[in-house]
């Protein structure tokens, strides 16, 4: 398996300007979840879903952030408008609870610069 | 939700040395992970220990469970320059199928 893959790896964009992150988890999971990274905030968790429907977004910073999973091998995490302050790396993971319990997948992140 | 706190922030060691990291928690729980992340890469996940065990091994991995304290350990043996990382640990959330993870340990192998 070729793992969680996201796009684009990196993304440097202006103040106001509209970003789409993507992601394509392991085939056959059933969870996804967005993350961010930053050295200040570490790692936390923006939203998750389980078999393609959101159930927990209460990490989404703001309105400016939405999350969609159209099907069960693609997600998108939007920003709009995109802020300097939300510079940070971001991570799609996934996981199979039947077998691995909690275990997640991470991918290799989106690294996000808002100038 | 239940959060890790790993001790030390930075650890600095040579290599063949074996390398301890801490993790604390809030709440009760049915599992603790440890993590690896390597510069510029997501997680990947090292090992998971059950509420219900105290100690568990994997290769040069070592860890530890101590219920009663929230605490646990992660004992890396006999080093080497590529275990360079940071190391987090995740906890399960209460009523949710998420992790959350603490700040991390980073760790630096000295060649």
């Known amino acids: 398996d070729a793992g969680v893959i996201q796009s684009p790896r990196h993304e440097v964009t202006e103040m106001g300007q509209e970003v789409t992150l993507r992601c394509k988890p392991i085939s056959g999971h059933d969870y996804l979840f967005w993350y961010r990274q930053t050295m200040m905030r570490g790692l936390e968790l923006l939203i998750y879903f389980n078999n393609n429907v959101p159930i927990d977004d209460s990490g989404m910073p703001e309105d400016r952030f939405s999350a969609k999973m159209p099907n069960a091998s693609f997600s998108t995490l939007k920003i709009q408008p995109s802020e300097p302050r939300d510079s940070a790396v971001y991570f799609c993971a996934s996981s199979l609870y039947g077998t691995s319990r909690y275990e997640q997948y991470f991918g290799p992140g989106t690294r996000l610069t808002v100038t | ?111």
């Open chain 2, 1 to 111: 939700s239940q959060q890790g706190e790993e001790d030390p922030q930075a650890l600095s060691i040579q290599e063949g040395e074996n390398a301890t990291m801490n993790c604390s928690y809030k709440t009760s729980i049915n599992n603790l992970q440890w993590y690896r992340q390597n510069s510029g890469r997501g997680l990947v996940h090292l090992i998971l220990i059950r509420s219900n065990e105290r100690e568990k091994h994997s290769g040069r991995l070592r860890v530890t469970l101590d219920t009663s304290k929230k605490s646990s350990s992660l004992l890396i043996t006999a080093s080497r320059a590529a275990d360079t990382a940071s190391y987090f640990c995740a906890t399960p959330d209460t009523g949710r199928r998420a992790l959350t993870f603490g700040s991390g340990t980073r760790l630096q192998v000295q060649p």
